[in-house]
Every structure is written in C-alpha cells, then in structure tokens.
C-alpha cells in the first residue's frame, strides 16, 4: 500500500481464485460508458428515518442490494459497476443512514441498526430473499444482515471488510486515534454535497462514521460460523484489510469462496473517486460477482 494514499484507505474502511459455474470466462468487448437509470426511486419510510433507495434493471427475479462504503453515497462506490450488474439482474441500492439522500436519526450510526434498515427495506419493498453485495462498512452491515436475518439472504458478496480488529493493519487503528473532519478526501465531501447540499449534515455524518470505527467490536466466531450461505471474500491485494483474514474466514464459513483482484480499496470497483476511468476492473469484477451469484 503506498503511503500516499493511507488516508484515503482508511477512510474509505471507516467511512470502512475464480468463483467459475464451470464456464469458460472471458471478458466482453462492451461500450466505453454504459448507464443506468432507476425504473424507480424514492424515500422509504424506514422506523424514524427516510431512506434513499433506486432500482434499476430488470423488474423481477432475486435482486442485488448494493450496500455503499462508509462516508460515500451509491454513486461513490457503484456508479461504474451497478450498470454492468443492472444488464442482467434487478438491482438495489440505497444509501446507508446519514449518508447522501438518506436522512439520520438522533444517536450513533451502527452495523447493526443500519443492518435492521436494510431489512425493514427489503420489507417495504415486497422482497422475500435477496442477494446482497456490501462494499467497506457496507459489507459489515451486509454480514450483520445475514446473521441476524439468515432466510433473507440467498448469496453475500462480502469485499474489503473485516470482522475484527486485528483483520485490519495497526496503521489504521492508529490513525484512528487522531482522525479529523480534514482528513476526509475532498472527493467524498464533494459527493455528498451534491446529493445533500446541508454542510452541517455532511460533518455529522462523517464523526458518527469515525466514532463507529473507533468503538469497532469483533464478530463471535460462533455468529461467524452461523452463516450457512454461499459467501464471496472479495478484497484487492493491497487493501485495507489483511489477506491473512479473508483466508481465516473462508476458512471459518462453510460455503465461502475467495476472490483476490489487483489494486487497493475499491480499486476493482472503479469507485468514482479514485478511477480515471480507463481500466476494465468494473467489467472483470461484475462479471465475476455475477458467476458466483448464478452458480448452483
């Protein structure tokens, strides 16, 4: 990991193989920018907050929920991938409490009450069983949902989270410490703005995320090992989280599978703030996220 950009990482993290059916892959020639529009968005009335939610795709079928990182907003963390998965499945996203569209509610942001959202969600919303791909602290949230509500998830795609402290490296924990509101990339504060033009919220937002990675608390093994759903570890070879982890919990999780891809945080996801958009990550980790989703 270089130097110059640990505190991107870091933030992304607090803000924080092949997995083949058998069939030969290759990557598709496709157009230099594909979109998505939402066939529908609104604000769902989730307990006592409002949550931000598009669909886009296809109108049946098993969705996708797509979960965003720690201090980003959907399009931060999907805007390049969500259309390339949107070509073949229905798909979710949303934005996490407090973030982007999505308005808070008075207390401290958790894993575990942004993991109740999601279901109440996925309630509001008709959906039975879903899939669900969290990226950073979305997929804490996302593992959160699966143990707490384990009917309600078909398949998880868990990438560049951990599950304990020591799953990530002592330089974050250290520049936990002293973390700051400058700190946090102009690039993300921008893409807040855009979609929620409140400063005020935007500062709230980020200290209940830093304060949320500060008091971070280990998964039991025991709960670790309830979740009897295939599972992807999806993480860069130079991530946030140690490659020692995921291969501890590929071990401990009966059906989980690991997916290593070139680059750091959010690198295969052409996150917007970090991709010039030159590069065909999105394409390879879509199409292989959408192998493990349609294998048996």
């Excluded at 993290?13 to 529908?40: D, H, N």
């Excluded at 949107?86 to 207390?107: C, M, S, Y």
């Excluded at 699966?146 to 998880?156: E, F, S, T």
């Excluded at 989280?241 to 999780?253: N, Q, S, T």
Aim: net charge positive; glycine share 6%; hydrophobic share 40%.
């Amino acid at each position: 990991m270089k130097i110059s950009k640990i505190p991107y990482y870091i933030f992304i993290l607090l803000t924080v193989a092949s997995c083949s059916s058998g069939q030969p892959f290759q990557l598709r020639e496709v157009p230099s920018k594909i979109t998505s529009e939402p066939i529908e968005k609104g604000l769902a009335p989730i307990k006592d907050i409002q949550m931000y939610y598009e669909i886009h795709g296809k109108k049946d079928g098993v969705p996708l929920v797509l979960l965003n990182g720690g201090g980003s907003t959907i399009e931060v963390t999907y805007s390049r991938i969500l259309p390339l998965l949107a070509q073949n499945r229905k798909v979710i996203a949303l934005d996490e409490q407090g973030h982007g569209r999505t308005t808070d509610r008075k207390g401290p942001v958790s894993f575990e009450t942004s993991a109740e959202d999601v279901v109440a969600l996925l309630q509001f919303l008709k959906v039975e069983q879903a899939d669900i791909f969290g990226f950073s602290n979305g997929a804490s949230v996302a593992l959160n949902v699966a143990i707490r509500h384990p009917k309600l998830v078909r398949k998880l795609v868990f990438a560049s989270s951990i599950t304990k402290r020591e799953g990530a490296y002592p330089m974050f924990w250290n520049f936990m410490k002293n973390a700051t509101f400058e700190n946090m990339p102009q690039a993300l504060k921008d893409a807040f703005l855009k979609v929620n033009p409140d400063p005020q919220k935007l500062h709230t937002m980020y200290e209940k995320d830093a304060a949320r990675m500060r008091n971070f608390k280990n998964l039991s093994d025991k709960d670790i090992r309830t979740v009897g759903i295939p599972i992807l570890i999806l993480l860069g070879d130079k991530d946030v989280p140690k490659l020692e982890h995921a291969v501890e919990m590929v071990r401990m999780i009966p059906k989980a599978r690991l997916l290593i891809l070139p680059g750091g945080h959010g690198d295969y996801l052409g996150e917007a703030i970090m991709s010039q958009g030159k590069d065909r990550y999105p394409e390879l980790t879509s199409a292989l996220v959408q192998d493990f989703l349609d294998s048996p």
